[in-house]
């Protein structure tokens, strides 16, 4: 069973950039489809973007097109977010998740396995 630890979540003005990474446990890490979800306080658990095992396949929330960019490391079992020209509405608690399937979906029911979350906080 794979174990996520997400880390690089932190406090970050408007227009700024940070880098989330996720590492797993899992030594089949690289079989697994991969994703990053979000959610805001006193909201639904969101979609951000996703990753297929390869990662040649990439897919984005239109809120994070163009801004975020997800890739990984199978070398290293570790997936990133990098997220430029921050705003506000991009503060939440991120989460990555994983499934094993090379496939990836924008479904966070279809993730068994998940991470602590790491908070993302913007200010204007």
């Known amino acids: 069973q794979a174990q996520l630890v997400e880390s690089g979540g932190g406090l970050v003005q408007a227009g700024d950039s940070l880098r989330l990474s996720c590492t797993a446990s899992?030594?089949?890490?690289?079989?697994?489809?991969m994703g990053w979800f979000r959610q805001a306080p006193g909201k639904e658990r969101e979609f951000v973007a996703t990753?297929?095992?390869?990662?040649?396949?990439?897919d984005y929330a239109d809120s994070v097109k163009g801004r975020f960019t997800i890739s990984r490391d199978n070398t290293k079992n570790t997936m990133y977010l990098q997220m430029n020209s921050l705003k506000p509405e991009d503060t939440a608690v991120y989460y990555c998740?994983?499934?094993?399937?090379?496939?990836?979906?924008?479904?966070?029911?279809?993730?068994?396995?998940w991470g602590q979350g790491t908070q993302v906080t913007v200010s204007s």
């Open positions: 998740a994983g499934r094993q399937t090379g496939v990836s979906s924008r479904a966070a029911a279809q993730y068994p396995y």
């Open positions: 899992e030594r089949t890490f690289s079989n697994y489809a």
């Open positions: 990753i297929n095992w390869s990662g040649r396949i990439t």
